[in-house]
């Protein structure tokens, strides 16, 4: 390709970059714990929670709305980390976010009976601690937002022992992919248009 041609197709690209959409979230995860039926007590390994979920440790309870334990009235189901020990919940999938991409995670959280606590996980990477929540006193809104890069499947393990620990509900993770600056692409053609002249003249004088 002749370098004019190669910075004809690097100004066409700057023209697109400067009307481009910009980058938009992608949902991994949206669980709202709604499919399944409540007062389902001591879910536990390898049963799924929800669309979203299973449980890889100790066991949990799918509780809510349309059951005869429902801790927050109008919320449809939602889970006890606890069941009659402390449980974890592991995503289905596993992730990948690169350097620079975008993480976005919200989850409403409560409790069950005296309090308790929970550690979330992305891979082996702890992300948050949920501690001492206060006692039945409604759901709070809870969140994580990174730009570090982070690989594996979305955990919330409970650190709480016995029955009754972190209730959890509306669970949200979405990725943003980190796009190229317009002027990153043209450096990329416009070094690429100079490597080919470069050989071009090298092949030349190699002819002399």
């Given at each position: 390709?002749k ?6 197709a ?7 970059a400067?009307f481009?959409?910009?980058?938009s979230a992608?949902?991994?995860i ?6 399944g ?7 536990g390994?390898?049963?799924?929670v929800?669309?979203?979920f299973t ?7 799918l509780i ?37 991409d975008?993480?976005?995670?919200s989850y ?6 005296a309090?308790g606590?929970?550690n ?8 948050g601690?949920?501690?001492n ?18 690989s ?5 393990v409970s650190?709480?022992?016995?029955f ?11 990725q ?15 070094g690429?248009?100079a ?6 003249k ?7």
């Amino acid at each position: 390709m002749k370098l004019r041609s190669l910075m004809a197709a690097a100004f066409g690209v700057v023209a697109l970059a400067q009307f481009a959409t910009p980058a938009s979230a992608v949902t991994l995860i949206d669980e709202t714990f709604g499919s399944g039926t409540s007062d389902q007590f001591n879910i536990g390994v390898g049963n799924p929670v929800g669309s979203a979920f299973t449980v890889t440790g100790g066991n949990v309870d799918l509780i809510g709305d349309n059951g005869s334990f429902n801790l927050f009235p109008g919320n449809g189901n939602y889970i006890d980390l606890n069941g009659n020990t402390s449980g974890t919940i592991t995503s289905i999938g596993s992730f990948s976010f690169a350097a620079g991409d975008t993480l976005n995670l919200s989850y409403d959280y409560g409790t069950n009976g005296a309090g308790g606590g929970a550690n979330i996980f992305l891979g082996t990477t702890q992300i948050g601690v949920l501690s001492n929540v206060a006692v039945n006193s409604g759901f709070f809104q809870g969140s994580f937002s990174s730009t570090q890069p982070f690989s594996g499947a979305l955990s919330f393990v409970s650190t709480t022992p016995g029955f009754g620990g972190v209730v959890l509900d509306n669970i949200k993770l979405e990725q943003t992919t980190a796009v190229p600056e317009p002027f990153t692409i043209i450096g990329t053609l416009v070094g690429g248009a100079a490597a080919i002249r470069t050989r071009k003249k090298l092949k030349a004088a190699a002819k002399v």
